[in-house]
């Protein structure tokens, strides 16, 4: 689960805010399947920095924009001010080992290409780049293909990845 939590709150008051927010999610969601793997099995938490007000305001549109179950804290003590906000991501977002982007997906390819050859330059100098011999470099379909199967888009995937690592850990 990630929470994402205004930077001016304390840390205790970050944790709190973030509770009062899971708690909702859970007690929202506590029939999904999504919900319940948490709660029974990962109970792994994520506090990320959401910024200001508005950077929170605008964090929470890009997650109802991009139809990401969710749920905001609105602190009563603060006028009904959002201080915090949840939701899951499946592991195809956060496991960039088992589900690498394109770039390391295309690197660990050129790992695994065994015949490579020095490119020199005009004088027969080594530049110190390669290239490989005989090898077609996969495109994204190829990835998508073989990293996400060719069942799933891809892409709602990626945005959420890419959302959460733009931001940084709370502290």
């Not at 999610?25 to 319940?36: K, S």
């Not at 950077?55 to 603060?78: G, M, S, T």
């Not at 959002?82 to 080992?97: H, N, S």
Request: glycine content about 6%.
């Amino acid at each position: 689960m990630y929470s994402m939590v205004l930077r001016q709150l304390t840390p205790m008051q970050k944790g709190i805010q973030t509770a009062h927010a899971v708690a909702d999610y859970v007690f929202d969601l506590r029939e999904t399947d999504e919900c319940g793997e948490w709660v029974c099995c990962d109970k792994t938490l994520i506090i990320l920095d959401a910024g200001t007000s508005q950077d929170l305001q605008e964090a929470i549109q890009w997650l109802k924009d991009n139809n990401i179950e969710h749920r905001v804290f609105k602190e009563p003590d603060l006028y009904g001010m959002p201080t915090a906000v949840c939701f899951l991501a499946d592991e195809r977002v956060w496991d960039t080992e088992t589900y690498p982007d394109y770039e390391h997906y295309i690197m660990d390819w050129q790992k695994r290409c065994d015949e490579m050859d020095i490119v020199r330059d005009k004088d027969g100098n080594d530049t110190g780049a390669r290239y490989l011999v005989g090898h077609i470099k996969p495109g994204v379909g190829a990835w998508i293909a073989d990293v996400f199967g060719g069942d799933v888009d891809p892409k709602p995937i990626i945005n959420l990845r890419e959302f959460i690592f733009s931001k940084r850990l709370s502290q």
